[in-house]
């Protein structure tokens, strides 16, 4: 077993750090403006770090604009390089996903599309949670991203979480006001640890 240096980074930075195969790295599956999905993200990256899991945040509202540009297929700008080289390096990826007319958000399956094939998912852990202002807790887009990674030959962790009416479930400091669900978070983010360390053969808990 190979032993964490216990480094830890700042959410949201993206320079690629030294240890970079260590790392959890958590994907805040939308570009919408202050929204729901970055919220649960930062309680979920609370919860790593509760674990002295060293993590860091891909917040998709950073993409820079002209990566949506068609010719980006073709050639990445290099503006993209750093969230592809943070997803080449992560020991494991945690998508927080919520739902957008019953389905992921597309700017998510387009960030997918841009990454490098087959060795950005290719036998990689993923962790999924989803959050929806309806009662399904976006179960249809955490089962299509399953359908995706599956197709990717990722590892796929099997232990959910599914937060509906987040409307409601968020306190008005953008926090959850529920402890069952901090809870249920907790033992995800635990258990995905476990999981990566036993794949990957390496310890992430400095
Ligand atoms: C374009 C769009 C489509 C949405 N479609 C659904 C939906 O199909 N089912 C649902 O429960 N909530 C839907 N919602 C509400 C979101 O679940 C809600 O905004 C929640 O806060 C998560 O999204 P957010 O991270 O953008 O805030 C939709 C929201 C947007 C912006």
Not at 116 to 123: A, D, G, N, Q
């Given at each position: 077993m190979l032993s964490n240096p216990g480094i830890t980074f700042r959410l949201g930075e993206l320079r690629c750090p030294p240890q970079a195969s260590f790392m959890?790295?958590?994907?805040?599956?939308?570009?919408?403006?202050?929204?729901?999905?970055?919220?649960?993200?930062?309680?979920?990256?609370?919860?790593?770090q509760a674990l002295h899991v060293p993590h860091r945040i891909l917040d998709l509202t950073e993409l820079p604009l002209e990566?949506?540009?068609p010719a980006s297929y073709a050639e990445k700008p290099a503006s993209?390089?750093?969230?592809?080289?943070?997803?080449?390096?992560?020991?494991?990826?945690?998508?927080?996903?919520?739902?957008?007319?019953g389905g992921?958000?597309?700017v998510l399956k387009y960030f997918i599309d841009l990454l490098?094939?087959?060795?950005?998912?290719?036998?990689r852990p993923v962790a999924f949670t989803g959050l929806a202002a309806g009662m399904w807790g976006a179960l249809r887009p955490v089962e299509q991203l399953q359908a995706i990674f599956g197709y990717r030959n990722?590892?796929?962790y099997p232990?959910?979480?599914?937060?509906?009416?987040?409307g409601s479930a968020l306190g008005e400091d953008g926090h959850l006001k529920d402890a069952e669900l901090i809870a249920r978070l907790h033992k995800q983010a635990a258990?995905?640890?476990?999981?990566?360390?036993?794949?990957?053969?390496?310890?992430?808990?400095?």
């Open positions: 959890i790295v958590l994907i805040s599956g939308t570009n919408r403006p202050d929204s729901n999905t970055r919220r649960i993200t930062g309680e979920i990256a609370a919860q790593y990566v949506f540009a993209f390089q750093p969230f592809s080289d943070a997803i080449l390096a992560a020991a494991g990826l945690h998508v927080v996903t919520p739902e957008y007319n992921l958000p597309g490098k094939f087959p060795e950005s998912f290719e036998r990722a590892h796929l232990e959910r979480v599914f937060l509906p009416g987040i258990g995905f640890t476990a999981f990566v360390e036993t794949l990957k053969g390496v310890s992430l808990r400095a």
